[in-house]
């Protein structure tokens, strides 16, 4: 129940293009889901961030997407751009308990952008 | 964001040695940290939960006489590896909680032990 699910494990866009990756949860406790993007051999740096009462979040090319019937959230990347090219994780976290701030990720997804 | 500053950055040492890393951060007070280890081409898997004067709390699985964790200020958690060994080997990152509940990351610890 405290996993979260991440798809697609690799992906390869166009320059220009959109990229989109999903994430599915199980755990309806989750209050705050974050994206995270990491290059290699660095640690992940916060991208984007949504809470469960709103349903779309956007910040400059950065979308997240939020469905809580659904349990999914999806981040979308616009005009995606070589430097974009990364592995991103979402994540999700269990409101408030001692261990507040503990997050789960999902698995990764590899993203290469063309030129 | 906040920074989250680890050293350090690669430490290579031989097996049976002990490594210390180091999780800081710079501009705000953390009253729990996490570490994290990262296998290649995987994702993220939470060791343990540092909070400041008090015993971490470790995941399941994880060897707590073998990584020990101390948070003794509100702004410095360590790591140290005891008795390391090759599966050891691994990236290390730390994260601290802001006020507001994000968490921010290091920029890692690349371990090799030989």
């Known amino acids: 129940q405290q996993q979260v699910k991440q798809s697609p494990q690799s992906l390869i866009v166009q320059k220009g293009g959109i990229s989109i990756i999903n994430c599915a949860y199980e755990n309806t406790a989750f209050d705050y889901f974050p994206w995270y993007q990491q290059f290699p051999g660095k640690g992940p740096a916060l991208l984007i961030a949504i809470r469960p009462d709103v349903s779309e979040k956007k910040e400059g090319r950065f979308t997240i997407s939020f469905n809580k019937s659904a349990k999914q959230f999806s981040l979308h990347i616009m005009d995606s751009q070589p430097g974009d090219s990364a592995t991103y994780f979402c994540?999700?976290?269990?409101?408030?308990?001692?261990?507040?701030?503990?997050?789960?990720f999902g698995q990764g997804t590899i993203l290469t952008v063309h030129p | 964001g906040a920074v989250v500053s680890q050293h350090p950055s690669r430490v290579i040492c031989k097996s049976g040695t002990s490594v210390k890393i180091e999780c800081r951060s710079l501009?705000?007070?953390?009253?729990?940290m996490f570490w994290y280890r990262q296998f290649p081409k995987k994702s993220l898997m939470l060791m343990a939960t540092?909070?400041?004067?008090?015993?971490?709390?470790?995941e399941q699985g994880v060897e707590k006489d073998k990584f020990l964790i101390n948070h003794a200020s509100l702004t410095l958690s360590t790591l140290t590896v005891t008795s390391a060994h090759p599966e050891d080997s691994s990236f290390y990152i730390c994260?601290?909680?802001?006020?507001?509940?994000?968490?921010?990351f290091g920029e890692g610890s690349r371990l090799t032990v030989l």
């Open positions: 994540a999700a976290r269990v409101a408030g308990g001692t261990s507040y701030g503990k997050l789960t």
């Open positions: 994260s601290a909680r802001v006020r507001a509940g994000e968490l921010f």
């Open positions: 540092s909070n400041e004067g008090s015993k971490a709390t470790y």
């Open positions: 501009d705000f007070q953390a009253t729990t």
